[in-house]
């Protein structure tokens, strides 16, 4: 997702996409600050693990494919995402607000590999952040689930919210799938965080492309409070956008799609939709509900991208902005 991001705002003098991720004091941590130099990244956010005894793994992740790209089995050892968010100085620790107050965000992007723990810390500081701060000032976030498994980290920060009897803030976005997103629902009843469906969601698109109950269970998720828009990715069709006030579909943009690997597509979509959201909002460029639209094309055509090649962010990122928005 940061590097899409990156590459989408790469016209700009300094890098304004700050990857913030812990990462081990071995070969495969040298190897991953070197990638990203050479990929125009910064590595200003990159810290190790702090810790008497602690010798952390630097994440990493093999994937098998088969011939038409399509994920058939995979190992991944992502443990370091569940031991630091953020670094840690002097043994002490510098308070996750506070670095947001020196960082002035416009978004705070994370994915399921962060753990529940880890996930309700940043959320919570996060709402703190926004507490005090005016429309224009308060950050926005965006949870890609990652998988099956992770896609449901984010709840647990709610459901204790709500038996403390604490207010919350709903995550700005989440991309989910349609799996994912019915796995996210169906723990969300289990806390108690969202009533049992007694309809369907009235819709136009097509049940060949979503079930109505799915939509049906993102319209519940959404008026629980816990998230306030989802981007649901429906494969070839695209994408479909489900908020409080209505539900759009946005089919992939024309032209020939080359399917090489689907493995990167989900975290291209949602680096270069958050990236073009805010380029568009830091210009003034678009109302909301128009701007989050042009942020998913960008988004399509940035999977798009990815889908042709067999590295995990594809070409032509850089183009995208100049391209298709106007």
């Given at each position: 997702m940061a590097e899409t991001a990156t590459r989408v705002l790469s016209f700009s003098a300094t890098s304004p996409v700050k990857l913030i991720s812990p990462h081990g004091n071995d070969d495969f941590g040298l190897l991953l600050r070197t990638g990203m130099e050479q990929a125009g990244m910064r590595t200003d956010g990159l810290f190790v693990p702090e810790g008497e005894g602690r010798e952390s793994r630097t994440?990493?992740?093999?994937?098998?494919?088969?011939?038409?790209?399509?994920?058939?089995?995979?190992?991944?050892?992502?443990?370091?995402?569940?031991?630091?968010?953020?670094?840690?100085?002097?043994?002490?620790?510098?308070?996750?607000?506070?670095?947001?107050?020196?960082?002035?965000?416009?978004?705070?992007?994370?994915d399921g590999?962060?753990?529940?723990?880890?996930?309700?810390?940043?959320?919570?500081?996060?709402?703190?952040?926004?507490?005090?701060?005016?429309?224009?000032?308060?950050?926005?976030?965006?949870?890609?689930?990652?998988?099956?498994?992770?896609?449901?980290?984010?709840?647990?920060?709610?459901?204790?919210?709500?038996?403390?009897?604490?207010?919350?803030?709903?995550?700005?976005?989440?991309?989910?799938?349609?799996?994912?997103?019915?796995?996210?629902?169906?723990?969300?009843?289990?806390?108690?965080?969202?009533?049992?469906?007694?309809?369907?969601?009235?819709?136009?698109?097509?049940?060949?492309?979503?079930?109505?109950?799915?939509?049906?269970?993102?319209?519940?998720?959404?008026?629980?409070?816990i998230f306030a828009t989802i981007l649901l990715k429906v494969g070839r069709h695209g994408v479909i956008i489900v908020d409080a006030d209505r539900i759009r579909h946005h089919p992939v943009p024309a032209g020939e799609v080359k399917v090489?690997?689907?493995?990167?597509?989900?975290?291209?979509?949602?680096?270069?939709f958050t990236a073009t959201l805010c380029h568009l909002l830091s210009k003034d460029r678009a109302e909301w509900s128009e701007a989050v639209e042009k942020a998913v094309e960008v988004g399509q055509r940035a999977a798009r991208n990815t889908l042709a090649l067999t590295k995990a962010v594809g070409d032509g990122m850089h183009l995208l902005l100049r391209e298709h928005l106007p």
């Open positions: 994440a990493v992740c093999s994937l098998m494919l088969d011939d038409a790209g399509d994920l058939i089995s995979g190992v991944a050892d992502m443990d370091i995402g569940h031991e630091a968010l953020y670094p840690r100085v002097g043994g002490e620790g510098e308070e996750l607000g506070r670095l947001l107050e020196a960082e002035v965000p416009e978004a705070v992007v994370f590999n962060i753990g529940s723990e880890q996930a309700g810390e940043l959320l919570r500081a996060c709402e703190t952040y926004n507490a005090d701060k005016n429309d224009e000032s308060k950050l926005l976030t965006l949870f890609e689930p990652t998988s099956i498994t992770k896609s449901t980290i984010v709840l647990h920060h709610f459901a204790t919210a709500k038996a403390k009897g604490v207010a919350t803030q709903p995550i700005t976005f989440a991309t989910p799938n349609a799996v994912e997103l019915e796995n996210i629902y169906e723990v969300s009843q289990q806390l108690g965080l969202t009533p049992t469906l007694t309809s369907s969601t009235s819709t136009t698109i097509p049940s060949s492309i979503i079930d109505p109950t799915t939509l049906s269970k993102a319209h519940s998720l959404v008026h629980a409070g090489v690997n689907t493995t990167g597509c989900g975290d291209s979509f949602a680096g270069a």
